[in-house]
């Protein structure tokens, strides 16, 4: 069983930054891949990116390549997404994942109960 508990979000103007923590508890928190998912008003949620385990390899969606950049602490058992150069359309809730890696992204078998991100223009 994993916890994850999303803080860092708010409001932010387009181009700033914005850093996202996940704090996970569990004892297993390090043999899993760990995500982020967001969704807008109106839309499906949809992934952003992932970590795997021993942080070797990560992935990312096409509209936050070169944009955002996710991290994990796994001996403070913390994972980060970073996000730099934001745009109006980043504006959503964002959801840390732990789960498992699925081809190129993951799948979630654990959620946080989201933090909120708005970017304004």
């Known amino acids: 069983q994993v916890q994850l508990v999303e803080s860092g979000g708010g409001l932010v103007q387009a181009g700033g930054s914005l850093r996202l923590s996940c704090a996970a508890s569990?004892?297993?928190?390090?043999?899993?891949?760990m995500g982020w998912f967001r969704q807008a008003p109106g839309k499906e949620r949809e992934f952003v990116g992932r970590i795997s385990w021993s942080a070797g390899v990560v992935y990312y969606a096409d509209s936050v390549k070169g944009r955002f950049t996710i991290s994990r602490d796994n001996a403070k058992n913390m994972v980060y997404l970073s996000m730099n150069s934001l745009k109006p359309e980043d504006t959503a809730v964002y959801y840390c994942?732990?789960?498992?890696?699925?081809?190129?992204?993951?799948?979630?078998?654990?959620w946080g109960q989201g933090t909120q991100v708005t970017v304004s223009s």
């Open positions: 994942a732990a789960g498992r890696v699925v081809g190129l992204r993951m799948v979630a078998d654990y």
């Open positions: 569990g004892r297993t928190f390090s043999t899993y891949a």
